[in-house]
């Protein structure tokens, strides 16, 4: 079959969050693609409109058996049925794990920069952000994790929690079994329950896979929570769609108890309906997507080299969001993002955002039509030479 990812769709006037923006504005920012879902998925939805009663709703029993089927065909991971629950949302699971599982005042580890929402789900439960910033080789363009930093942090008795992101939002990377593992006996050793967060998980590169946290060993297995979901591969985000995979039968009754009375495990026929069809039947069309994304990250890691290359685009294996490093024209006292913005109406993110260490580092969505891509590519060279000019 063939599938088009070329035809750009009007947005605006849609109360789309993306798209709340001002006419001559082109918003490449948060983690939404402007790609029409996968024809299985609307017609399961256009299935459950003409039945056109929406009551109350059970899990049917597809809903596990596709998610099994994908994560075992997709992912060589072996889920028992058991272990998965029923969530309304990935940020809502964590949200509710860190309330139900940590007490107030204990420390939540994350590791730097990474996705904004994981400071509000510490912070607002009353828990402190304890950060494990990755190290960054400015010469490769590349991160890697602080050992000693994460193992002294690990075993401060406060910390209680490690929220993992698997594959890492926003760098992109994919990290390795021995890597995922090494974590693993590390937080085990010192009692710290892991969340891994891997709702990007069938965003990687053609031909490369990612490793679930749980896979990688009994430890891994029995000290985690992992949290998925098929929002962000089938941009279906507004449908509330997930699951959290729970093995330890003793952690699993804690994470099920506590994500009912927080009402985020209440299904509805739409989000069943969308992941089974998502895990079912939407397996060639997120290939093509993929590849598509693929050329996308190739076409901008050739259009800095060439036109801007005062800036570095840091090699990634996963998701369509890519890192983008000005560092070398940042101005501390100019916000960058801001400042393009304003000046050329291209929407991208702040790297600050994403905490202290993604401070002159934007982050940009490539889940577009290629003449999109373009457009805000011609925007932000434009951006960074006007940034450029200004004074130190």
């Given at each position: 079959?063939?599938?088009?990812?070329?035809t750009v769709?009007?947005?605006?006037?849609?109360?789309?969050?993306?798209?709340?923006?001002?006419?001559?504005?082109?918003?490449?920012?948060?983690?939404?693609?402007?790609?029409?879902?996968?024809?299985?998925?609307r017609?399961?939805i256009?299935?459950?409109?003409?039945?056109?009663?929406?009551?109350?709703?059970?899990?049917?029993?597809?809903w596990?058996?596709?998610?099994?089927?994908?994560?075992?065909?997709?992912h060589?991971?072996s889920i028992?049925?058991?272990?998965?629950?029923?969530?309304?949302?990935?940020?809502?699971?964590?949200s509710?794990?860190?309330?139900?599982?940590?007490?107030?005042?204990?420390?939540?580890?994350?590791?730097?920069?990474?996705?904004?929402?994981?400071?509000?789900?510490?912070?607002?439960?009353?828990?402190?952000?304890?950060?494990?910033?990755?190290?960054?080789?400015?010469?490769?363009?590349?991160?890697?994790?602080?050992?000693?930093?994460?193992?002294?942090?690990?075993?401060n008795?406060?910390?209680?929690?490690?929220?993992?992101?698997?594959?890492?939002?926003?760098?992109?990377?994919?990290w390795?079994?021995?890597?995922?593992?090494?974590?693993?006996?590390?937080?085990?050793?010192?009692?710290?329950?892991?969340?891994?967060?891997?709702?990007?998980c069938?965003l990687?590169?053609?031909?490369?896979?990612?490793?679930?946290?749980?896979?990688?060993?009994?430890?891994?297995?029995?000290?985690?929570?992992?949290?998925?979901?098929?929002t962000?591969?089938?941009?279906?985000?507004?449908?509330h769609?997930?699951?959290?995979?729970?093995?330890?039968?003793?952690l699993?009754?804690?994470?099920?108890?506590?994500?009912?009375?927080?009402?985020?495990?209440?299904?509805?026929?739409?989000?069943?309906?969308?992941?089974?069809?998502?895990f079912?039947?939407?397996?060639e069309?997120?290939?093509?997507?993929?590849?598509?994304?693929?050329?996308?990250?190739?076409?901008?890691?050739?259009?800095?080299?060439?036109?801007?290359?005062?800036?570095?685009?840091?090699?990634?294996?996963?998701?369509?969001?890519?890192?983008?490093?000005?560092t070398?024209?940042?101005?501390?006292?100019?916000?960058?993002?801001?400042?393009?913005?304003?000046?050329t109406?291209?929407?991208?993110?702040?790297g600050?955002?994403?905490?202290?260490?993604?401070?002159?580092?934007?982050?940009?969505?490539?889940?577009?039509?290629?003449?999109?891509?373009?457009?805000?590519?011609?925007?932000?060279?434009?951006?960074?030479?006007?940034?450029?000019?200004?004074p130190l």
């Open positions: 079959m063939t599938y088009d990812f070329d769709i009007n947005r605006r006037g849609t109360s789309s969050l993306k798209w709340k923006v001002a006419e001559n504005e082109l918003p490449m920012w948060v983690a939404d693609m402007d790609f029409q879902t996968a024809p299985p998925i017609a399961a256009q299935e459950q409109l003409d039945h056109g009663i929406f009551g109350y709703a059970l899990l049917p029993e597809e596990y058996t596709s998610i099994i089927r994908w994560w075992d065909t997709r060589a991971l028992e049925r058991d272990w998965l629950i029923f969530c309304t949302g990935v940020i809502p699971a964590i509710t794990s860190v309330r139900k599982l940590t007490s107030p005042g204990e420390n939540v580890l994350i590791q730097t920069p990474v996705y904004n929402m994981f400071f509000n789900c510490i912070v607002n439960n009353g828990r402190n952000v304890l950060e494990n910033p990755l190290i960054y080789d400015r010469e490769t363009a590349s991160y890697r994790i602080d050992w000693e930093d994460l193992e002294n942090k690990l075993a008795p406060q910390t209680s929690m490690m929220i993992l992101c698997n594959p890492h939002n926003p760098i992109g990377k994919i390795d079994r021995d890597t995922l593992a090494r974590i693993g006996e590390l937080c085990a050793r010192h009692h710290v329950i892991v969340i891994s967060d891997e709702i990007h069938d990687t590169e053609p031909g490369r896979g990612y490793i679930p946290f749980a896979s990688v060993s009994e430890t891994c297995r029995d000290n985690s929570i992992t949290c998925i979901a098929p962000k591969a089938f941009n279906i985000a507004g449908l769609s997930a699951a959290v995979i729970v093995p330890d039968k003793f699993r009754h804690k994470v099920w108890r506590a994500l009912n009375t927080d009402e985020v495990a209440e299904p509805n026929s739409f989000a069943s309906a969308v992941s089974i069809a998502a079912t039947e939407g397996g069309w997120l290939d093509v997507l993929r590849a598509y994304i693929s050329e996308n990250r190739k076409r901008v890691g050739e259009y800095i080299e060439n036109e801007i290359p005062s800036i570095r685009l840091v090699p990634s294996e996963a998701t369509y969001l890519l890192w983008l490093d000005c070398d024209v940042w101005k501390k006292k100019e916000n960058l993002a801001a400042f393009i913005r304003k000046e109406g291209l929407y991208l993110s702040n600050a955002a994403y905490g202290k260490t993604g401070e002159g580092f934007l982050r940009m969505n490539i889940a577009c039509p290629r003449s999109t891509l373009e457009d805000g590519l011609q925007r932000l060279k434009a951006g960074i030479a006007a940034y450029e000019k200004l």
